[in-house]
């Protein structure tokens, strides 16, 4: 069983809809989680950045971390053909520390 | 101007062979890594540089041989290519060692047959 666990897809919504994103993991030593998108045939690049449990919104984007459950969440408002990309969940147990990725989701926000 | 630049793109080899990869930031990071993404998508870490030094190691057969001449460079040396290196690498950089944002390169598919 792999330390984050991410379904992989694809997820298929209508423009305009909202995208929901989650992540599963073992290790109840993770403290810092990511959100990165990355585009087909293209690096990875961070979207969003959460330290410990909580809630983060950047624009369109919301990161939500539920250490209780081990669950990281990331949802996409009014969602666009643009958003469509993989999108992998990143998460270490201490700053320097190594990531650990899931596999990634892959999302088509159909216009 | 591309911040994180790997060479080849793409790279196709037969069993056996010896194949390199290089990687240069333009970004003044202090930290470099490789990543190696399989087909399931799955991004794994190889190692880490910061500063020229070695500082992660994960478990990766010592077929590979990661060479960093300065900050600005991290190149992966493969010796007697296996069916099982293909993958994508990729290579990131970071401003520093703790830093959670990593930059990372357009990749290099690496096909061995």
């Known amino acids: 069983q792999k330390e984050v666990e991410q379904d992989p897809g694809p997820l298929s919504v209508p423009e305009g809809a909202i995208v929901s994103l989650n992540c599963t993991y073992s290790?109840?030593?993770?403290?810092?989680f990511m959100w990165y998108r990355q585009y087909s045939r293209k690096g990875p690049e961070l979207l969003m950045y959460?330290?410990?449990?909580g809630n983060k919104e950047d624009g369109r984007f919301t990161a939500q971390v539920d250490k209780s459950s081990k669950y990281i969440s990331l949802f996409i408002r009014d969602s666009q053909p643009s958003d469509s990309a993989t999108y992998l969940c990143?998460?270490?147990?201490?700053?320097?520390?190594?990531?650990?990725f899931g596999g990634g989701t892959r999302v088509l926000v159909k216009p | 101007d591309t911040a994180v630049s790997q060479t080849p793109k793409y790279l196709v080899t037969q069993m056996g062979n010896d194949k390199s990869i290089k990687c240069e930031q333009n970004?003044?990071?202090?930290?470099m890594y490789w990543y190696k993404q399989d087909s399931k998508k799955f991004l794994k870490i190889m190692f880490s540089?910061?500063?020229?030094?070695?500082?992660i190691n994960e478990t990766v057969p010592n077929r590979f041989s990661p060479k960093s001449p300065d900050k600005a460079h991290l190149n992966l040396h493969i010796n007697s290519l296996e069916l099982g290196d293909s993958a994508v690498y990729f290579c990131?950089?970071?401003?520093?060692?703790?830093?959670?944002?990593?930059?990372f390169g357009p990749g290099t598919r690496l096909t061995v047959t």
């Open positions: 990143a998460m270490s147990k201490a700053a320097g520390n190594k990531l650990t």
């Open positions: 990131a950089s970071s401003q520093e060692f703790t830093d959670y944002e990593q930059y």
């Open positions: 959460t330290y410990s449990s």
């Open positions: 970004l003044g990071h202090d930290t």
């Open positions: 290790n109840s030593a993770f403290q810092y």
């Open positions: 540089y910061n500063n020229k030094e070695l500082i």
